[in-house]
């Protein structure tokens, strides 16, 4: 009984590791994109691609990650994700193959440069975009009698504000990257641009709150009817903190670089931090509202388990990739540590 428990349990945690793992590094990797055309000069958008360039394609490995639990764990929950969200998947991966290609060719054309970067900003953006409508799908819940390939139930109010919603976030993520990565100029754009997207942001966040709960009587209630609330409240408190740090620090780079004073290096990585900090609070107060299902009202994580020689199966194999794949990761970011310095040679 406590294998039948206790397996399920574990890649549901790991699963939503992954998930985690994934928002936060591509987050900012695809933000850069989304920021792209909001950056005027070819030196500017050179310097926005090699802050990424050494870390795109690794970030993308908890996608393929958090794909492969959720097939080989709970293989009734990705038949029926599948087959409800087929399209925006077909188009999330769409972009990013798009993006994937222009990082490879930019650096080598010249009469089409603009057409590849074109193709990062907007396959970046798709991605993002696809990312967030299909989190507004899951988080509203659909008919159980509708997870068919011919299926709309994606297209909503709620899933298409969810996809703007997760753009900005991501946009601000790479805003607080920029901040830590960069100087002079393009780190004032992005802490000024930073400021703007967290207003935005934690408006997006509060309409979505409100919307779920709204939507959602078994969500409110699990919020909102017991003694636990008072502890649940410390979750959107932590939020408007990180928020008002956030917003402090944004601005102090900007006036520090304003008064040519040397930047606290504090308040130059610290952003980035607090707007992680967020996605994690964020994060955590879905999977409170979620729990313990993986398709809401429908699908919990152990009805839709695979069987336990399956689960058993699969283990030693995650035990073993899991530390190598945070070990490889932990080293390229120390590696790669510090400012991105400007040269005219590709990534």
Not at 107 to 116: A, D, G, H, P, V
Not at 168 to 193: F, V
């Amino acid at each position: 009984m406590e294998l039948q428990l206790g397996l399920p349990l574990f890649y549901f945690l790991l699963l939503g590791f992954a998930i985690l793992m994934y928002v936060l590094l591509d987050g900012f990797d695809l933000g850069i994109g989304i920021l792209y055309p909001w950056f005027n000069t070819d030196a500017e958008h050179d310097h926005l691609m090699r802050s990424i360039s050494h870390v795109w394609d690794g970030n993308e490995t908890w996608l393929v990650f958090g794909g492969v639990i959720l097939f080989g764990a709970f293989p009734p929950a990705y038949a029926a994700i599948a087959s409800l969200l087929y399209l925006p998947i077909m188009l999330m991966l769409i972009g990013l193959i798009f993006r994937g290609v222009a990082f490879e060719y930019r650096f080598k054309s010249n009469t089409s440069r603009q057409w590849w970067n074109r193709a990062f900003a907007i396959g970046s953006s798709l991605a993002a975009f696809c990312q967030g409508l299909m989190l507004g799908v899951l988080v509203q819940g659909v008919d159980s009698n509708s997870i068919t390939l011919s299926s709309l139930q994606w297209v909503t109010p709620f899933s298409l504000f969810t996809g703007l919603a997760v753009m900005a976030g991501y946009a601000l993520l790479a805003c607080t990257y920029l901040t830590m990565k960069s100087r002079g100029d393009i780190q004032q754009k992005a802490a000024r641009y930073g400021q703007r997207l967290l207003l935005f942001v934690m408006l997006s966040m509060l309409l979505v709150s409100l919307w779920t709960l709204w939507l959602q009587p078994e969500i409110r209630q699990r919020w909102f009817g017991g003694t636990h609330t008072l502890l649940l409240m410390l979750l959107p408190l932590l939020a408007l903190l990180a928020a008002r740090l956030l917003f402090r620090d944004l601005g102090r780079v900007q006036r520090q670089f304003a008064a040519d004073n040397d930047i606290n290096r504090r308040h130059e990585s610290r952003p980035f931090w607090l707007a992680a900090s967020l996605f994690l609070l964020a994060f955590a107060g879905l999977v409170v509202g979620l729990f313990p299902y993986l398709l809401p009202r429908q699908l919990s994580f152990y009805t839709a388990a695979a069987p336990d020689a399956s689960l058993s199966f699969m283990l030693p194999g995650v035990l073993i990739f899991v530390p190598l794949i945070l070990a490889y990761t932990l080293w390229g970011y120390h590696i790669f540590r510090g400012k991105v310095e400007d040269f005219e040679e590709g990534y």
